[in-house]
Nanobody, 130 residues
Framework: QVQLVESGGGLVQAGGSLRLSCAASGRTFNRYAMGWFRQAPGKAREYVAA????????DSADSVKGRFTISRDNARNTVYLQMNSLKSEDTAVYYC???????????????????????WGRGTQVTVSS
């Protein structure tokens, strides 16, 4: 089992940057693919990005491609989401999630659906002002 705690959210102007962190408990962090999702007010939670065990494979949603980068540091049990060129439509609560797996995924195999993730953090608010 793993517990996840997000941090790094806040208020930023459009065009600015933020880096979200997700700290995981447990000694088997490197046996989880990790993902970021977000939920804007009145909308369904949506996929943002995912990363494999080793960090060697990543994937991101078209809406954030080229602006957001997911990475991880297994020695620190932490996954990051670097968000650049932020837009007002990026305003949401951002959640990290863990997908237990016995294999290293290639980019096309990374989990992108909510139901594929077993563990979730409580989220961190990101607000982008225009």
């Amino acid at each position: 089992q793993v517990q996840l705690v997000e941090s790094g959210g806040g208020l930023v102007q459009a065009g600015g940057s933020l880096r979200l962190s997700c700290a995981a408990s447990g000694r088997t962090f490197n046996r989880y693919a990790m993902g970021w999702f977000r939920q804007a007010p009145g909308k369904a939670r949506e996929y943002v990005a995912a990363i494999s065990w080793s960090g060697g494979s990543t994937d991101s949603a078209d809406s954030v491609k080229g602006r957001f980068t997911i990475s991880r540091d297994n020695a620190r049990n932490t996954v990051y989401l670097q968000m650049n060129s932020l837009k007002s439509e990026d305003t949401a609560v951002y959640y990290c999630a863990a997908h237990p797996t016995a294999q290293e995924y290639g980019p096309m195999k990374l989990p992108t659906q909510m139901e594929e993730y077993d563990y979730w953090g409580r989220g961190t608010q990101v607000t982008v002002s225009s």
